[in-house]
């Protein structure tokens, strides 16, 4: 049982967030135990004294950072693997990343520098809805019925049409299927390769829904640092030589944004075909490259069908979307097909008849063009502005792409800098949070995407510069 809750009205946080911090500092510190049962949401409610909605945001928040699962009638309990118990790997911290980021994804306007956003001013929403009314009168029954567990054919079509021409991937629309967001992708690998226990590469620093995902799958997450060409493979072989995945973001690494360099590549593919490992490669914003040639997809290297293909909307499109989707090797078109039906993966059949509609007639490789030249300017804005409000007190890692920049701090603590910096409205990300173990790099990581002017991103940078 968790210790009694006393109202603290006269604290900034709001009480759901502090009941939603006693749950975590109680989990942190061994009271409530891995796997132990916490009090119903009406039960809490009532011996606390507080309403049903301030306890359920607590627990929502609680089970979206993976603190948390619910398993329906049978209650909801502490995760059964916060942390890995491989002994030979170093201690994981619980993943306090999912903290920050949590508050990108709630469902409020975004702030300054969000990251994650793709330019939501600079959506063609009247075409959009054209084409979305269009759909709508033309759907006929089809658009009524469940639509198609592995997703909409004619999406599914186009979806393998634009993979071939711009990330180099060979595959037959059987192959591609349409999931609620990135999460469900994962979710759709998870039920149908993975089994609890089964060992999983996971990049360190790395993207905190990942880990979350396959933490709830029951995986063995094996931290493997990143440096500057990326995934360090020889690392992972070193730590887990027999583990079944890896996830990886070739393309841009998240968050540090580096490529994962053409030996690695060849390196990491020869492990899993060598083990029989499955690679996840997660490639959500490489349609951003501002510098050198577009990268082709490590899938396309593929021979020997290892790699599971992650693409997603958000980015390109918009996130409220919530769809993205996952190419598998031909053998396990039928497999994943069985499970999508069994997992009632159907996503909603207009906005998937809309992007269909919305690549077929090339407005989408025009609203990619118009995006990379917008997000490059809005990129530079940023780092003229911050090179002349901060000067040497910031130092920018600049990539060849991605829609956020990272950037070194020179002195200070990260997570409280961010913790400032939310407080008058502008959402940099703390570097530090994105690592499991001890002694992460310190850093900010600025998304540009949605900076409208060289104004704005002054003034934004000002503002930082009075809190450094
Ligand atoms: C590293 C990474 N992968 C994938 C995604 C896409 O997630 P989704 O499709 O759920 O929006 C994101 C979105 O923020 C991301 O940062």
């Known amino acids: 049982m968790i210790v009694p809750f006393k109202l603290e009205r006269e604290l900034p946080a709001p009480i759901y967030r502090q009941l939603y911090q006693r749950f975590r500092d109680a989990i942190a510190q061994g009271r409530l135990r891995p796997g132990a049962r916490v009090p119903a949401v009406r039960a809490l409610a009532a011996e606390l004294n507080l309403a049903r909605g301030t306890v359920d945001a607590a627990y929502q928040l609680l089970i979206g950072e993976g603190y948390l699962i619910a398993r329906g009638a049978a209650g909801t309990f502490v995760t059964a693997q916060l942390l890995s118990d491989c002994t030979p790997l170093p201690q994981l911290r619980a993943p306090i990343a999912s903290t920050m980021y949590h508050a990108c994804h709630c469902g409020t306007p975004p702030l300054a520098l969000q990251i994650g956003l793709p330019a939501l001013d600079a959506f063609p929403r009247k075409l959009w809805t054209r ?45 591609v299927f349409v999931c609620a967001g990135y999460r469900a992708c994962l979710d759709l690998i998870s039920h149908t390769l993975m089994r609890r226990g089964d060992t999983c590469w996971l990049e360190e620093p790395g993207f905190f829904m990942a880990r979350n995902a396959l933490m709830e799958a029951g995986a063995q997450l094996i931290p493997v640092p990143v440096d500057d060409q990326g995934l360090d493979v020889e690392q992972g072989i070193a730590r887990a030589p027999q583990a079944s995945f890896a996830v990886v973001t070739p393309t841009h690494q998240s968050p540090l944004g580096v490529s994962l360099s053409l030996p690695r590549r060849l390196a990491l593919l020869d492990w899993a075909n060598r083990q029989g490992s499955w690679i996840i490669e997660d490639d959500y914003d490489s349609e951003y490259r501002y510098q050198g040639k577009p990268l082709p997809a490590l899938k396309s290297l593929d021979q020997q069908g ?12 918009f996130p409220g979307l919530r769809l993205a989707y996952l190419v598998v090797p031909a053998e396990q078109s039928q497999t994943f097909a069985r499970q999508a039906d069994r997992l009632h993966n159907h996503c909603p059949h207009l906005l998937q008849a809309t992007i269909a509609t919305f690549l077929d007639e090339g407005h989408f490789a025009r609203h990619l063009k118009k995006m990379r030249s917008l997000y490059a300017q809005r990129r530079q804005w940023l780092i003229d502005a911050l090179h002349q409000r901060l000067g040497d007190r910031l130092h920018i890692d600049l990539q060849a792409g991605g829609m956020h920049l990272v ?17 008058v409205g502008i959402a940099v990300e703390p570097l530090s949070t994105w690592y499991v173990q001890a002694n992460p790099r310190q850093g900010l990581v600025l998304g540009f995407t949605n900076i409208a002017s060289a104004g704005q991103a002054s003034t934004v940078a000002l503002q930082l510069a009075q809190l450094l």
């Open 407 to 423: 950037a070194a701090l020179g002195e200070g603590d990260d997570v409280e800098f961010a913790r400032r910096a939310r407080a």
């Open 306 to 317: 290892r790699v599971l293909y992650a693409g997603t909307f958000s980015k390109v499109l």
């Open 131 to 175: 084409l979305a009314g269009r759909e709508l009168r033309q759907a006929g029954v089809e658009g009524l019925i469940y639509p198609d567990s592995r997703g909409y054919a004619p999406l599914r079509t186009a979806i393998a049409a634009y993979l071939g021409i711009s990330r180099g991937i060979s595959c037959h629309p059987d192959q």
